[in-house]
């Protein structure tokens, strides 16, 4: 069975995906837009100005479908309602929109000869959920602490996003530069050369690239939220962890047509989360 065969049998599981996040986060904007709205009308303005914003930037960019941009945009309001002001998670999100368009976008013609290249249209809905999705509901539980009775704790919720957003920029640029710089990859079940694009594929140049990626978004995270070197350095944990995890995954559960792709980034994005948020807690 090929590849577009498969991603259609399991289609479902982008939709799951999108079923759990995107009512999730819809709820959260919704409740933190009632309850700010009486004492804080200028963030639940400022919220939706930038999440339009953010949308009308990527749709224009053509970095995504207008499904896609628009759940970009709801995820920037979620975001922002979280933590708003000048120290929002909003810079780092920006800082992973800037990399990850970027490394799509080079050698792109290569890409192409390799048949690996994103589709014209940009990104689509799932795949935004599948790669930021943890990210977002990673703040939910700590800024609805009315509903969830606050037992999340606030800067174990910080560390675990980031780690998530670490992750998710980690692996498009180990994937779009590698394939591009990296040469003929490995399988890292196998440690045989296989083609660029191949699932579950690595090479040193693609890891190197996204193990930057990460710290980059991990970087600007800790000046903007002032994240200590230990916080700093857990969040970095958790990215290359997951990193590793997706790899792992791409190379058996996805290569027999278990999972989709869009699953596996999910998994992935999740796992550096949850291991972030662990190592976190106990500080």
């Known amino acids: ?33 009632i309850q700010r709205w009486p004492f804080l009308p200028a963030y639940f303005f400022q919220s939706f100005a930038i999440g339009a914003a953010f949308a009308l930037l990527v749709w224009a960019l053509r970095a995504a479908t207008p499904a896609a941009a628009l759940t970009g945009g709801l995820f920037t309001v979620s975001l922002y309602l979280w933590i708003p002001g000048w120290r929002t998670l909003l810079w780092p999100l920006l800082a992973v929109f800037l990399l990850t368009f970027a490394s799509t976008r080079f050698g792109r013609r290569r890409k192409e000869t390799l048949g690996v290249a994103e589709g014209k249209r940009g990104r689509t809905a799932s795949q935004v959920v599948a790669n930021l999705g ?14 969830w009775l606050g037992l999340y704790p606030g800067r174990v919720a910080l560390i675990s996003a980031v780690a998530a957003l670490g992750e998710a920029t980690a692996d498009t640029l180990s994937s779009e530069l590698g394939e591009v710089l990296g040469g003929e990859p490995y399988l890292v079940t196998t440690f045989r050369r296989v083609p660029a694009g191949t699932d579950g594929a690595i090479s040193l140049n693609g890891t190197l690239a996204g193990a930057a990626g990460a710290a980059m978004i991990i970087v600007v995270a800790a000046i903007i939220c002032r994240l200590t070197i230990t916080e700093s350095g857990i969040a970095f944990t958790g990215a290359i ?27 992935s994005t999740v796992a550096a989360a949850l291991l972030a948020a662990f190592l976190a807690s106990q500080l």
Request: glycine content about 6%; hydrophobic content about 55%.
């Open 241 to 267: 962890a997951g990193l590793f995890i997706d790899t792992l995954l791409g190379a058996t559960l996805e290569r027999r047509g278990w999972l989709s792709n869009d699953a596996v980034n999910f998994l």
């Open 134 to 147: 943890a990210a977002v509901i990673s703040g939910i539980p700590i800024s609805a602490n009315k509903v």
């Open 1 to 33: 069975m090929n590849d577009r065969s498969d991603q259609a049998r399991l289609r479902w599981q982008s939709q799951l995906i999108l079923l759990l996040v995107i009512p999730l986060t819809s709820a959260f904007v919704m409740v933190e837009s």
